[in-house]
């Protein structure tokens, strides 16, 4: 039993990192290289890229919801195969309008991924499922990060020859690297004891769940906590470099300065998994989304770049340590038979706050300034904080 679930954790490691590969090679840097390339307008870029994103949020608490019912193999399964498929569909395009819909499509294998095999590693561990979604998670990161490495190299390499067929050639190796994320899921056994599967389920039972969850003060303070970190994550994604630029610092620091940061998260999640298995969650979450709030009410004011380095560097730990702890407390807090679709609901919020940030924090830099921008995102989080506070110490906290 114990040398199946080491396996898993592997072949959860790989899919996610195959996965997030997959779908970051296919966006950046190649797609707005390749919109261009088909003549499509900066508008027409906003609405392609904002296809996929919207798929996690429409889709995320949907699928949990479904896995819980149907297995979360089988939509892992179905996650792979759309992986696969979805890189094929961009060799045929021709209008940049027909982005759109491959975008939207893509994404939904990102928004099964995600909430599902944070589920299946919940549902195979107890004492270390903290450790196991770290490790989880960091591979992730480090897909997110090397894809645009191979991606801007295979552009530059197959540049001299003609029309499009060099951003085809990222989407094609794309598909070669999503091949076996279908194999890997095969491979995953049925989860332990499958007592959470039943055979029949319809839209009201799921209305009746998510209400039910969202009237719980511990599943809606926790998805916020985790909406409140990614829509500081947007806002510093969008805002920032602009920020830099005006303190005449290089694009090329910019860059390093964000590998940096998602570096220190993706090394340290491992660590603050195993970390959330042995101490009260609450106050990870807590100290995690502090971190965040100090370092972004920082950030506009630091003197220098080095300085600044230092400030992302505390924030991706403070990320680390909050994100890390959140998917374990939930899951402690919940039914079994509800693993997936409290990740789902979890996975759908933070979307909604990757999205919402940059929207609208544009609003208040354009009417005040760049440091009202980032505290208004550090007084979001703040806000997230208290309400986490109110709700979670109201409950005893459950033994790892």
């Known amino acids: ?16 990192f195959l996965g997030i590969f997959s779908t970051t090679i296919s966006k950046n840097p190649v797609l707005p290289l390749f919109v261009k390339g088909l003549g499509g307008s900066d508008s027409i870029l906003g609405i392609i890229a904002a296809a996929s994103p919207l798929a996690g949020i429409i889709f995320s608490f949907p699928v949990g919801f479904l896995a819980d019912k149907i297995g979360k ?70 897909g997110r990060t090397l894809a645009p490495l191979l991606g801007g190299f295979l552009i530059s390499f197959f540049a001299s020859y003609s029309g499009l067929f060099n951003y085809r050639i990222v989407y094609f190796s794309a598909f070669i690297l999503s091949l076996p994320i279908i194999i890997l899921a095969i491979l995953i056994p049925k989860e332990p004891k499958n007592n959470s599967i039943v055979q029949s ?64 998260i993706a090394l340290t999640k491992p660590f603050f998994g195993r970390l959330a298995d042995r101490i009260d969650k609450r106050l990870q979450i807590l100290s995690g989304i502090l971190i965040l709030i100090i370092t972004t009410l920082l950030i506009s004011l630091l003197p220098n770049y080095y300085v600044i380095v230092i400030d992302i560097l505390f924030f991706g730990l403070g990320m680390s340590l909050s994100t890390v702890a959140t998917s374990t407390y939930l899951a402690e807090n919940v039914a079994k038979t509800e693993l997936a679709t409290s990740m789902g609901i979890l996975s759908a919020i933070m979307d909604v706050g990757q999205s919402s940030g940059p929207f609208l924090t544009g609003f208040i830099i354009t009417l005040y300034s760049y440091h009202m921008g980032f505290y208004f995102a550090g007084g979001v989080a703040f806000l997230s904080a208290i309400f986490f506070y109110s709700q979670a110490y109201r409950h005893p906290v459950k033994s790892n």
């Open 1 to 16: 039993m114990e040398n199946k679930n080491y396996l898993v954790t592997w072949y959860i490691t790989l899919i996610g």
């Open 201 to 264: 389920f319809s839209l009201k039972e799921m209305t009746v769940a998510l209400k039910r969850f969202l009237k719980s003060g511990i599943v809606t303070s926790t998805a916020m906590i985790d909406m409140a970190t990614y829509f500081i994550y947007g806002v510093l994604e969008a805002y920032l470099p602009l920020l830099l630029v005006q303190k005449n610092i290089s694009a090329s620091q910019i860059g390093l300065l964000f590998s940096m940061q998602v570096i220190s």
């Open 73 to 142: 193999r089988k939509l892992l399964i179905i996650s792979g195969v759309i992986f696969t498929i979805s890189p094929l569909l961009y060799l045929v395009v021709s209008n940049p309008l027909y982005l759109i819909p491959i975008r939207f499509f893509h994404g939904m294998a990102t928004a099964i991924m995600g909430p599902v095999a944070s589920a299946i590693i919940i549902s195979f561990f107890d004492k270390n499922k903290g450790e196991k979604l770290g490790l989880y998670s960091s591979a992730t990161l480090f």
